[in-house]
C-alpha cells in the first residue's frame, strides 16, 4: 500500500507541474506581453516617459516646466503637485541640465517622428520633379548612407519586409530601428563617411568641404 501511495503522489505531483507548466504558457497576464502598436504608437508612448523626465527634473530644480521653457512644445493639462526640492546649488544645476536636455529630447524624437509619419503617408505621392515616388526617394537615400557609412544596413525606407520590421510585426517604418525596435547606432567615421559623400571619413566632401572642426576630427584625420 505504501508503494501504491508513492505512486499515486508520483502522478499527482506530475500532473500538478504538467498543468503549472501550461498555465504558464497559456494563462501569461496581459501586462507581461507585448501590445502590437505602430511605430508612430510607440513614439508616443515614449514621449509619454521623457515628459515626464522633464518635468520633474526642471519642476524639482526650477519650479518651471516644459511650457516655459519651449511653449507648445507638448500638449496636455500642466503638472499638479509640484515643488521645487531642497537641493544645493550645485545638485540643482545639474538636475536642470537633465530637464534641459530631456527638453531636447522630445523635440529631436518629436521633429524626426513627425517627419517620416508625413513621408510615409505620402509615399506614393510622385516626388516633383522627379518621376519616382516619395517612398522610391527615401529607399535609394537610405541605400545610399548605409553604402557610404560602410557598415551594414542602419537606415531604412518608409517600407521594410516583415523580418525587418518592428518585432517582426510590421512593414510600416516610421521610426528606422532593428527588429527589437532598438535604434540603429552610427559612430565618427560612419557619419563622417556620409556627410563627405565618398565613404572616406579622412576626405572631407559633399556638404563639409573643408572637413569638421574639432579634436575628434583631427584624431580621425590622423
Not at 499527482?12 to 496581459?30: D, G, K
Not at 515626464?52 to 516646466?65: D, I, V
Not at 528606422?176 to 532598438?182: F, G, K, M, R, T
Request: overall charge neutral; some cysteine; glycine content about 10%.
Amino acid at each position: 500500500m505504501a508503494a501504491r501511495s508513492c505512486l499515486y503522489a508520483l502522478v499527482l505531483f506530475l500532473a500538478f507541474q504538467s498543468t503549472m507548466i501550461q498555465a504558464n504558457i497559456v494563462l501569461t497576464p496581459p501586462q507581461c506581453r507585448p501590445v502590437l502598436a505602430s511605430s508612430l504608437e510607440r513614439i508616443q508612448f515614449l514621449l509619454n516617459l521623457i515628459i515626464y523626465k522633464a518635468e520633474f527634473f526642471l519642476r524639482a530644480s526650477t519650479g518651471r516646466g516644459i511650457d516655459d521653457i519651449a511653449p507648445g512644445l507638448v500638449q496636455g493639462p500642466v503638472p499638479v503637485g509640484a515643488t521645487v526640492a531642497a537641493l544645493d546649488n550645485d545638485t540643482r544645476r545639474i538636475i536642470e541640465e537633465l530637464g534641459l536636455i530631456c527638453v531636447g529630447h522630445i523635440s529631436e524624437v518629436a521633429g524626426y517622428g513627425v517627419l517620416r509619419a508625413q513621408l510615409y503617408s505620402r509615399v506614393n505621392s510622385t516626388l516633383s520633379p522627379y518621376t519616382f515616388t516619395v517612398g522610391r526617394f527615401y529607399n535609394l537615400s537610405a541605400e545610399l548612407d548605409n553604402r557610404l557609412g560602410g557598415c551594414g544596413m542602419k537606415d531604412e525606407g518608409l517600407f521594410v519586409p516583415l523580418q525587418l520590421g518592428a518585432e517582426n510585426r510590421t512593414t510600416s517604418n516610421v521610426v528606422p530601428a532593428d527588429v527589437n525596435s532598438l535604434a540603429y547606432a552610427r559612430y565618427e567615421r560612419e557619419i563622417l563617411g556620409i556627410v563627405f559623400g565618398n565613404g572616406n571619413a579622412t576626405r572631407p566632401g559633399a556638404i563639409f568641404p573643408a572637413g569638421f572642426n574639432g579634436i575628434l576630427f583631427r584624431r580621425i584625420v590622423l
